[in-house]
């Protein structure tokens, strides 16, 4: 009788508890040699606790790990590194000043005769490059590279550790499709060459293309477990969320109103040669649809004058309004919430009730100083109205879900009463539950008048919440659709330019 191989990677009752909230409560997982393994789960489900504590970035508090069926206590990455597991961030972690084949040998350079020996680095850097399949030299410059293929020296950098298993958090969040696919081949590949891969992602599509095995957990406990054959989205979703979410996109018509945001003739400093031109009413929801580099960003930066436009009128409310900075943007009433929310919507370090206050500290301060009064009473108001869940709002930005602290964006933004509301991906990097309560508020915004316009990369959603979609491509808008010509192929050609600009 063939002995029973023991797992490569065992978790076993892992428990984590932070101030008010309990991260993980007995949660178990295990991973095989040459196997894919999804983890999936709603933000704040306790996936980046349990990969962290897999990484030795994390103690647990209860419960224990297993390498190889050998009872092992982590004392830190380095040592998680040592005995092959290796965990690459969803925020890449790597030096922008260095090389490619610095960054992969950051901290771990090959020496002879006590000095870094640059020769062996590049040897080295070239065969893990060429591994993952990314033909560029190894002294190319990191800040040079797309993020796609800063992805691909990530993984590279994992390999050259000679890592066992490999924890990606939400790799594809920030790539192209085409990048996304390059991705899928190396993580294959690896697989066939007997790297056990856990997965971390909200895209069921990708899961269901790549995992061998999905782990799903639900409040910081494990919810079920899915066989290939038993991976289907329904599955998964149901699961995720303890309910059927077939109904995430309820699509509802709603009155709309005058035109709230026009937009004649704005000129990008990403592509100054084309001129944009649209409108946006009050209750009305519209998409912008486009592939990566379409300009879609660069059009939000421009409207709230983080990039001042170089050309072109902006009408608010019919008053025609100058945008050359974020602080002309909110006197017009205008919002935006950015893609990254971590750099740029949130301060981790700060609560949700300071975040929360942060757009309208003039309004609420006297002399200078803040109504602390008025400031809890907007902190709590706000954490109600958008369901955010924390404890309280002293709750810290940075120990919240990434669906929460969109919310506390939202919050922040919402506090204001804007006219426009400006949105870059809401619900990027956000599990579905998440999803559905931003859709809520989007449709609870548009009922009360607000005009919005948001950028988004996930056709599905587009085509579920949008009373309108405008298309770009390379910087200039290829069409306009209505919900009567609203499809998946009439999108796609206009942001890939093979259809003639058309309104619909």
């Not at 550790?161 to 190396?186: F, H």
């Not at 309820?250 to 031109?277: C, M, N, W």
């Not at 907007?378 to 709750?395: N, R, W």
């Not at 609870?444 to 599905?460: C, K, P, R, T």
């Amino acid at each position: 009788m063939t002995p029973v191989k023991a797992p490569l990677l065992q978790a076993q009752g892992i428990s984590k508890a932070y101030p008010g909230v309990i991260a993980l409560d007995k949660v178990s997982m295990h991973l095989s040699k040459g196997e894919i393994l999804a983890i999936i789960g709603e933000n704040g489900a306790g996936k980046s606790t349990l990969m962290k504590s897999l990484a030795g970035l994390v103690t647990p508090d209860a419960g224990g790990l297993l390498i190889d069926g050998v009872p092992t206590e982590l004392t830190g990455v380095q040592h998680a590194m040592s005995l092959g597991i290796s965990l690459i961030h969803q925020e890449l972690n790597l030096a922008d000043n260095l090389d490619i084949a610095q960054n992969i040998y950051l901290g771990r350079e090959p020496k002879r005769l006590g000095l870094i020996n640059r020769k062996a680095m590049l040897r080295g850097a070239k065969a893990v490059l060429d591994e993952v399949g990314l033909d560029l030299p190894p002294t190319t410059p990191v800040a040079e590279l797309s993020t796609g293929r800063q992805q691909m020296v990530e993984i590279a950098k994992a390999i050259s550790t000679n890592a066992r298993v490999i924890i990606m958090d939400e790799p594809t969040a920030s790539l192209s499709d085409k990048e996304t696919q390059r991705l899928y081949d190396v993580v294959d590949r690896l697989s066939a060459k007997g790297v056990g891969i856990i997965f971390i992602s909200h895209r069921l599509e990708e899961v269901k293309r790549l995992a061998h095995r999905v782990t799903v957990l639900r409040d910081g406990q494990n919810a079920g477990e899915l066989s290939r054959d038993e991976v289907d989205h329904d599955a998964m979703v149901k699961l995720m969320v303890g309910r059927d979410a077939s109904n995430l996109y309820q699509y509802k018509p709603r009155p709309i109103g005058d035109a709230v945001l026009k937009v004649d003739g704005l000129a990008t400093q990403a592509f100054p040669e084309h001129r944009l031109s649209l409108e946006v009413k009050a209750g009305e929801i519209v998409g912008v649809a486009g592939l990566v580099g379409a300009g879609r960003t660069e059009m939000l930066r421009a409207l709230f004058g983080i990039d001042p436009p170089l050309a072109g009128t902006i009408h608010i409310a019919g008053n025609a309004i100058a945008i050359r900075n974020p602080k002309q943007a909110i006197a017009a009433g205008l919002a935006l919430v950015p893609e990254d929310r971590k750099a740029q919507g949130v301060v981790l370090s700060m609560s949700i009730r300071e975040n929360t206050s942060m757009a309208r500290l003039g309004q609420d301060a006297t002399a200078g100083i803040i109504n602390a009064r008025k400031e809890r009473e907007l902190g709590v108001s706000m954490k109600d109205k958008l369901a955010t869940k924390a404890p309280t709002i002293e709750q810290l930005a940075g120990n919240l879900s990434g669906g929460n602290q969109q919310k506390v964006v939202l919050a922040k933004w919402l506090a204001n009463e804007p006219k426009v509301l400006l949105l870059d991906e809401p619900t990027r990097g956000v599990d579905i539950g998440a999803k559905a309560e931003i859709y809520r508020i989007m449709e609870e915004l548009a009922h009360e008048g607000v005009a919005i316009l948001f950028v988004s990369s996930d056709l599905e959603e587009v085509l579920g919440v949008a009373d309108r979609v405008l298309v770009m491509h390379e910087g200039k808008m290829t069409g306009e659709l209505g919900r009567a010509g609203l499809s998946a192929e009439s999108v796609m050609a206009m942001a890939t330019n093979t259809h003639q600009t058309q309104t619909a």
